[in-house]
């Protein structure tokens, strides 16, 4: 789990950067080259089985812990202690939840036009025409709240995920782990707040 969790996380820089060309001031030129460029990779080709290969292994055995997890205390606990566990590790579960609604949402909007899956939109001017996709979408405040909250919520998930994937890979360590600590946090705020400018910039500056 920590391992597809990792591939993931990488994967979301990835796809940050790649989103961020959007902000270019370029019409989208820049951001639509990369997408063509991309789509017609077969190595991109093969990662994108990868990763959805990625997606299913972590959310499969993020259930069957859940799972185990209730088994083992269906009755909960009548007073929790103050323990180790901080606020954001006890909903890993339900953040989890959240982001696999937003990301259904979020692939029926742009990645399943290019599968063919969802009809390409009329101003849509081709089928990787991603940048029109995003103007018209965010230009729906409704949409661009869904994205927001699904951002913080994604934020609260990769904060604990980074440091945790570290301690399953056995790495808990009184030096290093503090370390980790920060960095997840910053690599959690930086994910959630470069995602969620461009929405804010289609809403409210485009
Ligand atoms: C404002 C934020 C975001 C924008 C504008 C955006 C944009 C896009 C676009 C244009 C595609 C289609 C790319 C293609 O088919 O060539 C795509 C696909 C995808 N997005 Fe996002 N995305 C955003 C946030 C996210 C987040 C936060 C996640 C994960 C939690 C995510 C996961 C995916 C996945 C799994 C795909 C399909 C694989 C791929 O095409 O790379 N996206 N996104």
Known sequence: MALAGMFLMIFLIFHLATNLLMLAGDGGKAFSEAVTFLSESPLIKVMEYVLFAGFLIHILLGVILQLHNYRSRPVKYHTRLRSETSTFSRFMFHTGVIIFVFLVIHLINFFFIRLGWV????????????????????KNPWYTAIYLVSFVFLGFHLKHAFQSSFQSLGLNHTKYTPAIKVIGTIYALGISVGFAIIPVYFLFFY
């Open 119 to 138: 009809p390409q939109p009329d101003y849509a001017a081709h089928k990787h025409d991603f940048y029109s996709v995003a103007v018209v979408l965010f």
